[in-house]
Each structure stands twice: as C-alpha cells, then as structure tokens.
C-alpha cells in the first residue's frame, strides 16, 4: 500500500536560517508525483511545490526546493531564508495512480509543523 | 477572482441530525474532492468526483453521501451514521489537463463541524 511518512511532528528554525523538512514515501508505482502545501493556523492548504518521479531536475519554486532522493524514496522539502510567516504546519503528499487509472487522489502524511523563531 | 467556496465556516450538528457542507468553485475544474482533518493529523479522504453525476468512495466514506449535479459543485452530507463527526473538513478541486497528472489540488478554507 502507498504511504507518506512524516517523522518530524514539529521543527523550529530561526529566521532568515534554511530548513528542512523530511518525506519518505512508499509505493510500487513506476509513476508518481509528490507534493507539498503548507497549512497555517487559519487551516487553507497552500499548493507550495511537485515533484514528478520521472524529473530528472529536483523541482524548485521561489525559497522552496525539494531534495528529490529516488532511491531512498525521500522527498524533502527545503525552504530557505526562513520568515516569520512560514510558521504554519507542512504535508507531503503523493499522488495515486497514473496515465488512465490516475485519480488525482492524493495520500498525505502526518504533517511537520514548522515554528519561525524571529 | 476564481476559487473554491466552502460554507459555513463553522457548523453545529445535533444527535441524529444530518448536516450539508457546500463546496463550490468557479475554476472550470473537473475534479472535486472532499477530506476531513482530524486535530493534529493529515488528511483522509472521504469522496472524490472526476466528473459530473459520478462520484467514487474515498478510505473514510462511511456516514458520508455526496452528489455531483453541476461541475461547480460537491456538496458533502455528514449523516447520523457517522458517529464521530467533529473535525475540520476541506474540499478541494483539480484540473484534469493530462495523464500525468502533475496539476496540484485547490483547496477551500475548509468547514469547522463540532456536535451540540
């Protein structure tokens, strides 16, 4: 069965420092995309970044890039220069299924929440 | 501005009571998709549609129904069946444009259910 695994329940970082956040995931596909949101307090889901298992390319998108481990089934999300405002709780989440069985459902993990330190 | 409306913010159910989470969107997405968020935990998924008047079960669906009448909107019914209803519920939308299905969900600000 698919799994995300998020072993960080929560992170602290100061500001302006860089920090990541760990994803493993588990799964049998060949094909499959990973991403991240981020949650704040107020509890909308925040599309942040993707990763396709087939990109060669880690994918990046502004202060957030994603450590793209295949291998190791790891997808880390790393966001640098930290602000205040990134205090909010972070998933991972993987994609089901591909070409004409993809569903677009999504498996999400846990979640990390992440506190900025001014 | 194009987006996912959900409504009420907050809810109160009473025992034996059925209630209706609105969810609609203005996106021209195909898909919909309904989750519920437990404190501190990630989202599970109770009901998805990928187009209209079709809908399929997620891991959670039971004490749940939903319909699928128009593109725009997916409402969801928590139903007296479902014991344990209080949780904060999100729905979320997606462009169906490839296979590949890189296309992120959007998600509502989501729906506040608590029991009187």
């Known amino acids: 069965a698919q799994k995300i695994t998020q072993t960080q329940p929560g992170m602290f970082v100061q500001e302006k420092e860089a920090v990541t956040l760990d994803c493993t995931y588990d799964t049998s596909d060949q094909s499959y995309g990973l991403f991240w949101y981020k949650q704040p307090s107020s509890g909308e889901m925040i599309f942040l970044i993707y990763?396709?298992?087939?990109?060669?390319q880690n994918a990046t998108e502004g202060r957030y890039s994603l450590n793209f481990q295949k291998a190791r089934k790891s997808a880390n999300l790393v966001i640098s220069a930290s602000q205040l405002g990134d205090s909010a709780m972070y998933f991972c989440a993987m994609r089901e299924g591909h070409g004409s069985s993809n569903t677009g459902k999504l498996i999400f993990g846990q979640g990390t929440t992440l506190q900025v330190k001014p | 501005d194009g987006g996912i409306t959900q409504s009420p913010k907050y809810l109160f159910r009473k025992e034996g009571q059925n209630v209706t989470l609105s969810c609609e969107q203005n996106l021209n997405h195909d898909a919909m998709y309904w989750y519920r968020q437990d404190p501190g935990q990630g989202l599970r998924l109770i009901y998805y549609s990928q187009i209209v008047n079709d809908f399929q079960k997620g891991d959670i669906a039971e004490g749940y129904s939903v319909s699928r009448e128009k593109k725009e909107s997916f409402p969801l019914t928590v139903t007296s069946a479902q014991k344990n209803p209080t949780a904060f519920y999100l729905c979320a939308s997606r462009k169906e444009l490839n296979w590949e299905g890189n296309q992120p969900q959007h998600f509502g600000d989501g729906t506040r259910l608590s029991i009187l």
């Open positions: 990763q396709g298992s087939y990109d060669e």
